[in-house]
């Protein structure tokens, strides 16, 4: 996949693991675990902050951290964490740099960094971000450097970016997962209520069940299409690959690709085994998500305050995504000079010289615009 265009099998093995975690919650710590490599972390913490009670109410970590750390960080210092108050005010979807609001010299001071983080967590810098809020309860997650790896940058954010998507999406299904037993009407029920695209099929993609956002791409024949009940990618090269993935997925492992769609764009798509299927054949989870919809509504006051076009806005959403120039003309379907036009445009508009100063300016903008 081109948001690691060298190690497409790993980032492809990483999403196919956090879905089936969402059926078995024993298996977060691992998936955290190696969330955090491929981002060059040495851990990751998920937790829901309960704004209530002031503690977490769910906490997931890698085996960086003990468990009585853990304990430690959810019933005392999480209150006194200055990067959890500092992204509570952001939006849901949005990152941030510890390095931003807590510098070298409030570090120095800062209790919670020299009693617990340093000594506890043996870890400076931190990639955060906030992937929902509900009823006062905040789900976060962070990334972890230690102070001689150094801090996080813009590609960085952009990686954490597309891969909280899937998160979010992988900890929805679990939670209601919980709430069912086996592949029965309850779960049936649940999924349908999902605002991602789920599709269970048997092995030859042939459809038992859709929730109601994968129906309405299908009505639409938005990427996907059900011929005779079996579900296919309307572009060949798509569906080639589906069926690839569909074929490993009987295999019990997990895939990811994308779907070209009818715009230009493409779903992120993950491909992953139901281990604990009650079907004789087994079943498999197929999720889409619109990787484009959290960036182009983060990139809404820059491009107006840039002027960018319908196009250029598109494009820069989907930089902010990971995608490659390359990538990127291919899922719109225009040569690769036309997207080098529009982001050399982007340069001029933006008074950067270099895309990674483009992309990098764009995000601060979109992590800073609600201060």
Known sequence: MSVWP?????????????YEAAGDPRRWPQVMDRFGALLGGVSVHLFVWDGNLHRTRMSVASPWYDEETERLYGEHWGALDPRRVYATKLKAGETFFCHQPCDEAFVRRDPFYNEFLLPYCRTRFLLGSKLSEVAGSATFLGVHRTAQQGPFGATDAARVSFLTRHVLSAIALGERLTLSEGLGSDLIATVDRIPTCIFLTDGDGMLRHANRAAERALEASDGFTARNRRLAAIHGASDQRLRLALRAATQGAGDALHVARGDGTAWDTVVSPLRESRHPSGTILISAIDPYVHDRAALTPSASIFAFTTAETDVAAALLAGRSPK?????????????????????SKTRTQR????VARLARMAVLRDQ
Request: avoid cysteine; proline fraction near 3%; hydrophobic fraction near 40%.
């Open 6 to 18: 060298g190690d497409p099998e790993t980032v492809s093995t990483l999403l196919g693991e956090l």
């Open 327 to 347: 990538a990127i003309s291919e899922d719109r379907g225009v040569s690769l000079d036309t997207v080098r036009v529009q982001i050399r445009s982007m340069l």
């Open 355 to 358: 895309q990674a100063e483009l």
